[in-house]
């Protein structure tokens, strides 16, 4: 069964750590994106990838920033934590065109305390 | 970007049919129309996409507007397994999905 893999479902960290947010996928896509999720704000787009070692921002890139040095693996980064970055964290895949379907990950939902 | 408008919510009976409308403003000719849903503590699924006809698979069908301004995913028979929350989503000429808020759907027995 093809899949996206987030390493962790539940996360609690401290103020001003540095948080990695691990996602794996096994379909050989070319596209990963990761995405926040809070409530009535629907899911928000904060970095993408459309190949190894290539990032682009997305619309709340502010206090992020990812890695992909493989293809299957994509890395966010919160450089410092802080409490307004507590959330659900959805990483997804997709192959290359337009018709690709996205694949989501669980999801792993972020405390900040 | 691309901006979708859907209903905040929507409620339906079991075994009904149900209508979950979508509104893309800014839709361009060569855009897919995607639709996926969230069950609960879940991520999002893919469900549905279109370009012009309307689509038809084992979980819903799609009705896209002569125009591609509107969208409409069509549950056939709701069952209290389709409460979930419904994204309608179209690319914007690029190769990434930009999800609105969603419609939660309500199933009552």
């Known amino acids: 069964d093809v899949k996206v893999t987030q390493s962790s479902r539940y996360l609690v960290k401290r103020t001003g750590e540095k948080v990695f947010l691990e996602c794996v996928q096994d379909?050989?896509?070319?596209?990963m994106f990761w995405y926040r999720q809070d409530p009535g704000l629907g899911l928000r787009l904060i970095y993408f990838?459309?190949?190894?070692?290539?990032?682009e921002k997305g619309d709340i890139p502010e206090g992020y920033s990812v890695s992909r040095e493989k293809k299957e693996r994509f890395s966010l980064i919160l450089e410092s934590a802080s409490t307004n970055q507590t959330s659900m964290y959805l990483c997804?895949?997709?192959?290359?065109?337009?018709?690709?379907?996205?694949?989501f990950g669980s999801g792993t939902r972020l405390t900040v305390v | 970007d691309a901006k979708t408008t859907q209903p905040n919510s929507m409620e339906s009976n079991e075994e009904e049919p149900v209508h979950l409308p979508c509104n893309h403003s800014?839709?361009?000719?060569?855009?897919?129309i995607h639709w996926y849903r969230q069950l609960p503590s879940q991520g999002p699924e893919y469900v549905i996409h279109g370009l012009t006809s309307n689509v038809n698979n084992r979980m819903a069908s799609l009705a896209i507007a002569e125009d591609r301004k509107s969208s409409t995913l069509i549950l056939h028979r709701a069952t209290l397994r389709d409460a979930a929350v419904y994204y309608c989503?179209?690319?914007?000429?690029?190769?990434?999905?930009?999800f609105g808020k969603g419609t939660k759907l309500t199933v009552n027995p």
């Open positions: 989503t179209d690319q914007g000429g690029s190769e990434k999905l930009v």
């Open positions: 990838s459309y190949d190894v070692k290539m990032k």
């Open positions: 379909m050989d896509h070319e596209n």
């Open positions: 800014t839709i361009s000719g060569t855009d897919y």
């Open positions: 997804a895949s997709s192959s290359a065109g337009p018709l690709a379907g996205y694949t």
